[in-house]
């Protein structure tokens, strides 16, 4: 969800602590599933509008480790990764959740709509308009990707 990988840690940790700290005020009115996505989605958010003001500069970055004896693939596999992910950082907030957690998280749309509070219909509307931007930058960067 566009959370700087060193602030990734840090914001699991806020998850864990708002659930331990909100789960005896779960009503059920939607599953544990989509109330937990909710909280998470928030804090991906709340992390994300923050990172700006932040002026922490990495020092070290760990070694990436082989894994695999196919480095063309690793390779193909990789610069993929990287392509959508700068095409979904393009996406706005609103967009980018609806995306990942319909393609990514693969949630039903009404489990989405339920998780980010908006109406279904909208969650199927910036879902569209999200994916056609995705798909758009594949196009322009001359990958392939499953429709």
Same mark, same amino acid.
């Given at each position: 969800?566009? &959370?700087?990988?060193?602030? %990734?840690?840090d914001?699991?940790q806020? &998850? +864990?602590?708002?659930?331990? %700290?909100? $789960?005896?005020? +779960? /009503?059920? =009115?939607?599953?544990? *599933?989509?109330?937990?996505?909710?909280?998470?989605? *928030?804090t991906?958010?709340?992390? !994300? =509008?923050? @990172?700006?003001? =932040? *002026? #922490?500069?990495?020092?070290?970055?760990?070694?990436? &480790?082989?894994?695999?004896?196919?480095?063309?693939?690793?390779?193909?596999?990789? !610069?993929? $990764? %990287?392509?959508?992910?700068?095409?979904?950082?393009? $996406?706005?907030?609103?967009?980018?959740? &609806?995306?990942? $957690?319909y /393609?990514?998280e %693969?949630?039903?749309?009404?489990?989405?709509? /339920?998780?980010?509070?908006?109406?279904?219909?909208?969650a199927?509307?910036?879902h569209?308009v999200? !994916? #056609?931007?995705?798909?758009? @930058? +594949? =196009?322009?960067?001359?990958?392939?990707?499953?429709?």
């Open positions: 969800m566009g &959370v700087a990988p060193s602030d %990734q840690d914001a699991w806020e &998850v +864990f602590v708002l659930v331990h %700290q909100k $789960l005896a005020d +779960f /009503e059920g =009115r939607s599953s544990l *599933r989509t109330w937990l996505y909710g909280i998470c989605m *928030r991906a958010l709340a992390f !994300r =509008r923050k @990172a700006p003001a =932040r *002026r #922490e500069i990495p020092t070290e970055e760990l070694p990436e &480790v082989a894994t695999s004896t196919n480095p063309e693939k690793d390779l193909m596999d990789r !610069r993929s $990764l %990287q392509l959508f992910d700068k095409a979904v950082s393009t $996406l706005d907030d609103d967009k980018r959740a &609806v995306f990942v $957690l /393609e990514v %693969q949630l039903s749309m009404p489990e989405v709509a /339920e998780a980010l509070g908006c109406p279904l219909q909208t199927y509307s910036r569209k999200a !994916r #056609e931007i995705v798909l758009a @930058a +594949f =196009r322009r960067a001359g990958e392939g990707m499953p429709s």
